[in-house]
């Protein structure tokens, strides 16, 4: 059972930027695509963006696309998410998955148990 630990969130003002982080353990994640979802107080869990097992394929929710950048390190077993010109509306908690197979679309269905996410904050 792979363990998943989000970390890197805090508050920022708009146009601001983040980095955050998705450190895994337990097995290794490196044949796995992987996904950061992210959910907003009273909605629900949304996909931002996904990322083959290579990290030569990523997708991007519409709302991010060209401002957020998915990339892994299969060395290290982590997955990152830099967040730059952020938004008020991109205020959430982030939270990493590994899907159980590749889309080539924005899609993830997540394998496993969510960690505890990491919160970001974005005030205007």
């Known amino acids: 059972q792979v363990q998943l630990a989000e970390s890197g969130g805090g508050l920022v003002q708009a146009g601001g930027s983040l980095r955050l982080s998705c450190a895994a353990s337990?097995?290794?994640?490196?044949?796995?695509?992987m996904a950061w979802f992210r959910q907003a107080p009273g909605k629900e869990r949304n996909i931002v963006a996904t990322?083959?097992?290579?990290?030569?394929?990523?997708y991007y929710s519409d709302s991010v696309k060209g401002r957020f950048t998915i990339s892994r390190d299969n060395a290290k077993n982590t997955v990152y998410l830099q967040m730059n010109n952020l938004k008020p509306e991109d205020t959430a908690v982030y939270y990493c998955?590994?899907?159980?197979?590749?889309?080539?679309?924005?899609?993830?269905?997540?394998?496993?148990?969510w960690g505890q996410g990491t919160q970001v904050t974005v005030s205007s």
């Open positions: 337990g097995r290794t994640v490196s044949s796995y695509p």
């Open positions: 998955a590994v899907c159980r197979s590749w889309y080539s679309t924005l899609n993830c269905v997540a394998s496993g148990s």
């Open positions: 990322i083959r097992w290579t990290g030569g394929n990523t």
